[in-house]
């Protein structure tokens, strides 16, 4: 069992946007802006998405953004391609001995 | 670039013992704190262990804590995970990747795959 709960699928189709939420504690999600999101294609290395709750990395489109509300954070994607189908992980620095937990990941289907 | 390179993933018998490796170009590695990630076949990302960039500050998930060991060189811009005692559960591909802002990872290597059977 994951540390931070995600619905384990999402679909959408192109032009559509979908959110993923991500909900934790009080000691991860919700007790810090420490909340980044990963994307994994298939047979890849995870790739940041989002850091500290909303922030973008260079490069990264900003039809990616990021929210917290309380213990549970989210993930919108606008305008959906079809290049956007993949795994996604939450991720949250963590007041205890386990110093980042990870959601369990949530599959994207572009319909 | 930013690039890091693993290796050292095999097939090994359990209990058997290996030391995984991570290379890293492309940035002042002696800078920045490192992690490993693992994720087993057809599951999630699982944070095995962290180690800050003096290598002073180290910390181990539940699972792996008294049977793995994290450590860096940073003259030879290097991250290691010497990985004892497996079981079968520990059988994934094993990633490095570097800190990035707040609690974010931004880069990560394309992973090594460690096989735990008989």
């Known amino acids: 069992q994951s540390a931070l709960t995600q619905p384990a699928s999402v679909s959408g189709s192109p032009g559509q946007s979908i959110t993923i939420s991500c909900t934790g504690t009080?000691?991860?999600?919700?007790?810090?802006?420490?909340v980044s999101w990963y994307q994994q294609h298939p047979g890849k290395a995870p790739k940041l998405m989002i850091y500290?709750?909303?922030n973008r990395p260079s490069g990264v489109s900003n039809r990616f953004s990021g929210s917290k509300s309380g213990n549970t954070a989210s993930l919108t994607i606008s305008g959906l391609q079809a290049e956007d189908e993949a795994d996604y992980y939450c991720?949250?620095?963590?007041?205890?001995?386990?110093?980042?937990?990870f959601g369990g990941g949530t599959k994207l289907t572009v319909l | 670039e930013v690039q890091l390179v693993e290796s050292g993933g095999d097939l090994v018998q359990p209990g058997g013992s290996l030391r995984l490796s991570c290379a890293a170009s492309?940035?002042?590695?002696?800078?920045?704190?490192m992690i490993w990630v693992r994720q087993a076949p057809g599951k999630g990302l699982e944070w095995v262990s962290y180690?800050?960039?003096?290598?002073?500050?180290?910390y181990y998930a539940d699972s792996v804590k008294g049977r793995f060991t994290i450590s860096r060189d940073n003259a030879k811009n290097s991250l290691y995970l010497q990985v004892n005692s497996l079981r079968a559960e520990d059988t994934a591909v094993y990633y490095c990747?570097?800190?990035?802002?707040?609690?974010?990872?931004?880069?990560w290597g394309q992973g090594t795959l460690v096989t735990v059977s008989s």
């Open positions: 990747a570097k800190k990035g802002t707040g609690g974010s990872f931004d880069y």
């Open positions: 991720s949250s620095y963590a007041r205890s001995s386990t110093l980042v937990v």
């Open positions: 500290e709750v909303s």
């Open positions: 180690i800050n960039s003096t290598g002073r500050t180290i």
């Open positions: 492309g940035f002042t590695f002696s800078s920045y704190s």
């Open positions: 009080s000691s991860d999600v919700g007790g810090y802006n420490y």
